[in-house]
Nanobody, 118 residues
Framework: QVQLVESGGGLVQAGGPLRLSCAAS????????MGWFRQAPGKGREFVAGITWSGANTYADSVKGRFTISRDNAKNTVYLQMNSLKPEDTAVYHCAQGTRLVGPYDCWGQGTQVTVSS
């Protein structure tokens, strides 16, 4: 059974850092594309960052230069390091697994809440 479990969310002041983790079971993160998405209240789901099996990564323009996606194959875990957080980064963050950066992603975690106070 494939499962993705996010952790690391919480309340942080604007300008602060936070690191999210996504632990995978049932599939190896190194064999698939891993992505981070977010959904703010009243808004649609937004792509944040993705990493391929070769280690290539891509970011949404809104987070480029502030967020970093990485992968620890030994722990079968993907991370999202978020720096210089802004109130507009407030959302539920989900990790997902797929075969292409553009999708589709066929396995999703249940999400972790990130709240950035001004």
């Amino acid at each position: 059974q494939v499962q993705l479990v996010e952790s690391g969310g919480g309340l942080v002041q604007a300008g602060g850092p936070l690191r999210l983790s996504c632990a995978a079971s049932g599939r190896t993160v190194s064999s698939y594309v891993m992505g981070w998405f977010r959904q703010a209240p009243g808004k649609g789901r937004e792509f944040v960052a993705g990493i391929t099996w070769s280690g290539a990564n891509t970011y949404a323009d809104s987070v480029k230069g502030r967020f970093t996606i990485s992968r620890d194959n030994a722990k079968n875990t993907v991370y999202l390091q978020m720096n210089s957080l802004k109130p507009e980064d407030t959302a539920v963050y989900h990790c997902a697994q797929g075969t292409r950066l553009v999708g589709p992603y066929d396995c999703w975690g249940q999400g972790t809440q990130v709240t950035v106070s001004s």
